[in-house]
């Protein structure tokens, strides 16, 4: 479990050094050429190493070639000849993961997806949209402004979509919308081999479906194990005719946890709640020149209409003024509500700023709802018992939340507590009946944990369908298995 590696140099490639292009790849670039264009390849050093990172902690293990398709042919076409020349590839969509998910272990072939950035297909009357692996999140969200409608999974970074679907990305909207698990209709992947599939059948997008193998679900979450995503169709809603924001502070922990489960509990649909700890709120309030109290906070978002807002407020005031919370502070205009949860988004910012010069890993565990007090609780104990800087913000609304592990890359001790700490935060999720993940994925760093989370058979029925799929094991290696 290698979640903390902290250095971010840049290891040497296997094959390509300068001009020593030899042997394989005298014969693979030129190929390379023929499909994407002279611009469609590149060898350069700076651009190999910024394809070797994402947001994680994990140091960059640069691709040997970065190649930039522009459509389904042209990566199916590249994938041909990886596949018979034994080159690993590795999908890359913006590099914001925070898993080391597009570090290039092997060396091997970055296939670079941001030119593919097409909206394809809108269907407004039936609320669904296909997008190549080019479109992001907040891209696709300002092509639908006009339409009334959008998609509301929201990871905070301005991720890639097909990225989302391949690490079954959520965020601060799930509680309401569902993860990106509950709002993939199909999905266009290119094989290790080269061969195209469609997941639900080719142009079909039914909201849902009885028929064979759930192989949509199969890929979301794969990591880039399996294939290349090279379309997906993404389940649309309606832009609610009212929001309104809210701030709660409460007096401890466990009061702000039990509000979040008993809002849910009486069946509000609440759209966001976020949980902040003091460390956090204070991080936040110093970031984004505010000035909340410094205490357990909780950030909600109601949707509807003004009718059903009015009725979801008063039932959640009720529920949080009984647990000694607050009054609401709100944030009714969009450009107050922008404020309060680019203030939400910007917790990995704020908390690095706690502590100029170093690094930050922020654990992702998720537990049922009613063993959410208890994991949080312990967790603070844990981290002020140990010494370390770990303001923590969840989207606790389905029992998921984030230590944000800030720490001095140079200190070897520290290095070596945290990691014993988010050993110990994962292993005490699973003895909750939880995962070891909720959003960010497996990547590098959790391997060990989802053998322990998925035990020895499950973990061979995985390794005999990555076998099936892939069996040479080209697709993203030494990722998830």
């Known amino acids: ?12 490639p296997t094959s390509l050094c300068g001009s020593s292009i030899n042997g394989v790849w005298e014969r693979v670039i030129p190929a390379f050429r023929s499909v994407c264009g002279e611009d469609g390849v590149s060898l350069g050093a700076a651009v190999r190493e910024q394809h070797g990172r994402d947001e994680s902690v994990h140091r960059c293990r640069p691709p040997d070639v970065v190649v930039w398709p522009r459509s389904v042919e042209e990566v199916s076409a590249l994938a041909k000849i990886c596949h018979h020349h034994h080159l690993p590839i590795i999908p890359f969509g913006t590099g914001t993961g ?99 599939i469609h997941t639900a059948g080719r142009g079909r997008r039914p909201r849902k479906t009885s028929a064979g193998y759930n192989l949509t ?9 399996l294939g290349v995503i090279t379309k997906t169709t993404l389940r649309l809603y309606g832009v609610p005719e009212a929001m309104v924001s809210a701030v709660c502070t409460f007096p401890s922990v466990q009061a702000a946890v ?9 069946g509000v649909p609440i759209a966001r709640i976020e949980f902040l700890d003091d460390v956090m709120i204070d991080a936040c309030n110093s970031f984004n020149s505010l000035a909340y109290p410094v205490a357990p906070t909780l950030f909600l978002e109601f949707h509807g209409t003004e ?47 706690l502590r100029p010069g170093c690094k930050a890993y922020s654990t992702d565990v998720c537990v049922p709802l009613s063993r959410l007090p208890q994991i949080i609780v312990e967790t603070k104990e844990d981290l002020m018992l140990n010494g370390l800087t770990g303001p923590i913000a969840g ?53 060990a944990l989802l053998r322990e989370e998925m035990g020895p058979l499950a973990i061979e029925v995985m390794q005999g369908l990555k076998a099936t799929l892939d069996p040479k094991n080209l697709m993203n290696p030494g990722k998830v298995l």
């Open 217 to 225: 679900n199969l890929f979301v979450g794969s990591e880039g194990t």
């Open 98 to 196: 925070l898993e080391g998910g597009v570090g290039a272990l092997k060396g091997g072939v970055c296939f670079s997806l941001r030119n593919m950035d097409r909206v394809l297909d809108l269907h407004q009357e039936d609320f669904d949209v296909s997008v190549e692996p080019g479109v992001t999140r907040k891209g696709l969200n300002s092509y639908l402004r006009d339409t009334g409608l959008w998609f509301p999974v929201d990871p905070g970074a301005d991720a890639s979509l097909c990225g989302m679907a391949a690490t079954s990305a959520s965020g601060t909207n799930a509680v309401r919308y569902g993860t990106m698990r509950e709002n993939v209709l199909n999905l266009e992947v290119v094989l290790a081999d080269g061969s195209i």
């Open 395 to 447: 989207h606790v609304g389905d029992g998921n939340f984030h230590c944000i592990m800030v720490m001095d890359p140079n200190d070897q001790d520290e290095v070596i507590r945290v990691h014993e700490f988010t050993e110990r935060l994962a292993r005490r999720a699973l003895a909750l009946d939880g995962t070891c993940t909720g959003e960010h994925g497996v990547g590098l760093g959790k391997r």
């Open 258 to 266: 039990d509000s979040t489960v008993q809002v849910l509990q009486t």
């Open 307 to 353: 009718k059903s807002l009015e009725e979801q407020v008063t039932v959640t005031e009720e529920i949080t003024q009984a647990n000694g919370g607050s009054d609401f502070s709100w944030a009714r205009d969009a450009e107050t509500r922008g404020r309060l949860w680019k203030a939400r988004h910007d917790a990995w910012y704020a908390a690095l700023a």
């Open 1 to 12: 479990y290698r979640s903390i590696q902290l250095i971010n140099s840049v290891t040497s």
